[in-house]
């Protein structure tokens, strides 16, 4: 079976939108309430390669794309999660089922302020030690170094 069949098997419902952008770049919604069992899917079951995440500020809130490799085929399956709190954004982490996530997470939270709930190592990784808290460079209208 075809790795989109199986996805869309295994996921149904989960599944807000499906887009194709052409054979070999899928784009899939989905809640961030499923973000971890997908991805432990994805990448023990189906064994698709975890590629990197992405994050974005966008007007409606925080958008997280995941992106996952069939390296056999080529496909690149992307995960799109939007989180809607622009005030506390949050979402569980998936460095429990995916460790090399850790670094990317730690990107996010640090220049956009997403919390990545059970992370187990949120700490600076690009910033200053003393960058200034609740200042995240790559929010809207943020960015500046208070001296």
């Not at 069992?37 to 809130?61: C, N, P, S």
């Amino acid at each position: 079976m075809e790795i989109i069949d199986e996805i869309k098997n295994k996921f149904g419902s989960k599944i807000k939108k499906f887009e194709e952008k052409n054979p070999r770049r899928i784009y899939i919604d989905i809640l961030p309430s499923d973000i971890v069992e997908i991805t432990k899917t994805l990448f023990v079951e189906l064994k698709l390669r975890f590629i990197i995440a992405t994050g974005i500020d966008r007007r409606d809130g925080f958008e997280i794309l995941y992106h996952f490799a069939e390296d056999k085929t080529g496909k690149v399956i992307t995960f799109r999660v939007l989180i809607t709190d622009k005030e506390k954004p949050e979402i569980e982490t998936i460095s429990k089922v995916i460790k090399g996530a850790e670094w990317i997470e730690r990107e996010m939270w640090e220049l956009l302020g997403i919390n990545f709930k059970g992370h187990p190592n949120l700490k600076h990784l690009l910033l200053r030690d003393d960058w200034p808290s609740c200042n995240y460079p790559l929010r809207q209208g943020q960015g500046k170094r208070e001296e």
